[in-house]
């Protein structure tokens, strides 16, 4: 069946360090993929999105990586500061626009000063 | 930049008893939706809302679940006879639809509490 998992529960870095934060998915059939940020108290909120016709897609500090080889999809974020500690997600969909995500568990993410 | 409300920021009741979450979605958006998460888990998918209609429902949407747009801005998940696994974090989230990029939106979330 489907599944989309992160292989590490919790990540801890140094402000100023780059990130990568993994996600495997099971389902060759996935199509599009979110990676989201939740900070304590709140919903997730969207980082960054790639498809599955794309290999990498550069935002704003973040890049995502999408490896549809081995069904692997990473999360860069350059230059770590402390906001970007939170819980990440990977979450995957099938059919184009069809918002029925599957999530993965998520990585916490501890920024250090 | 616009958000998706929900109230109440967290709920108590007592197992048996009605829910209504409440939502209001971005008001330009047109598909709606109802995600959970229990604590310390993934978050979840439930439920998919167009055009009046559920478009798409996962397994955890059984029969005591339902959802409803009762005007042109609320967008409600109604939970009929509460259990104790019920207690969850509901997210409600919307999307403009379409062709071209658009993004989930979610909103903060109501924490259900069932004793």
């Known amino acids: 069946g489907e599944s989309v998992g992160l292989h590490l529960p919790t990540l801890s870095v140094q402000e100023g360090d780059n990130s990568i934060i993994n996600c495997a998915y099971s389902?060759?059939?996935?199509?599009?993929f979110i990676w989201y940020k939740q900070e304590s108290g709140k919903g997730p909120q969207f980082i960054i999105d790639i498809r599955s016709n794309m290999d990498k897609r550069q935002g704003q500090r973040v890049t995502v990586l999408l490896n549809k080889t081995v069904k692997h999809l990473s999360l860069q974020i350059a230059a770590t500061q402390p906001g970007d500690s939170a819980v990440y997600f990977c979450?995957?969909?099938?059919?184009?626009?069809?918002?029925?995500?599957?999530f993965g568990k998520g990585t916490l993410l501890t920024v250090n000063p | 930049e616009p958000e998706v409300t929900q109230t109440p920021s967290h709920q108590v009741t007592q197992m048996g008893q009605e829910v209504i979450l409440r939502c209001v979605p971005i008001s330009n958006h047109l598909y709606f939706y109802w995600y959970r998460q229990i604590l310390g888990q993934k978050v979840e998918f439930l439920v998919s809302?167009?055009?009046?209609?559920?478009?798409?429902k996962s397994e955890i949407f059984d029969d005591q679940f339902s959802v409803e747009r009762p005007d042109g801005s609320n967008f409600t998940l109604k939970i009929r006879s509460t259990k104790l696994e019920d207690s969850a974090m509901y997210f409600c989230a919307s999307d403009r639809g379409g062709s071209g990029a658009n993004v989930l939106t979610f909103g903060a979330g109501s924490r259900l509490t069932v004793l």
């Open positions: 809302f167009y055009n009046n209609e559920i478009s798409e």
């Open positions: 979450a995957d969909t099938i059919g184009g626009s069809n918002y029925k995500l599957t």
């Open positions: 389902n060759s059939a996935s199509d599009y």
